[in-house]
């Protein structure tokens, strides 16, 4: 399946962004949808992520200001922002990994850029 991020930019601290994945098919059913991010140095990390039961799991650094949604009609899977800090300037990457007969399919969007100034 073909992800397709949008809603990056720059945003000053305190600030907030919209980020918004879009599948380009329908996703298997039984699957993780969500969002990571890699900063300059660094390796990427989970930032968000919720599964086709609807259980999201949040990195600490997340919680509180991060909210993640998804919309299973339409394939897509959203991550409200706010509160930003400029530790959470990196790239952001959509993710899905879908699972069927024991094998897992993982795709990755282009990611889009986050940039929060002090």
């Known amino acids: 399946v073909q992800l397709q991020a949008s809603g990056g930019g720059l945003v000053q601290a305190g600030g907030s962004l919209r980020l918004s994945c879009q599948a380009s098919?329908?996703?298997?059913?039984?699957?993780?949808m969500g969002w990571y991010r890699q900063a300059p140095g660094y390796q990427r990390e989970l930032v968000a992520a919720?599964?086709?039961?609807?259980?999201?799991t949040y990195a600490d650094s997340a919680k509180g200001r991060f909210t993640l949604s998804k919309d299973n009609a339409k394939n897509s899977v959203n991550l409200q922002m706010n509160s930003l800090k400029p530790s959470d300037t990196a790239t952001y990457y959509c993710?899905?990994?879908?699972?069927?007969?024991?094998?897992?399919?993982?795709?990755w969007g282009q990611g889009t850029q986050v940039t929060v100034s002090s």
């Open positions: 993710n899905v990994k879908e699972t069927s007969l024991g094998r897992i399919r993982d795709s």
């Open positions: 919720i599964t086709s039961g609807g259980t999201t």
């Open positions: 098919e329908s996703i298997l059913r039984d699957n993780v």
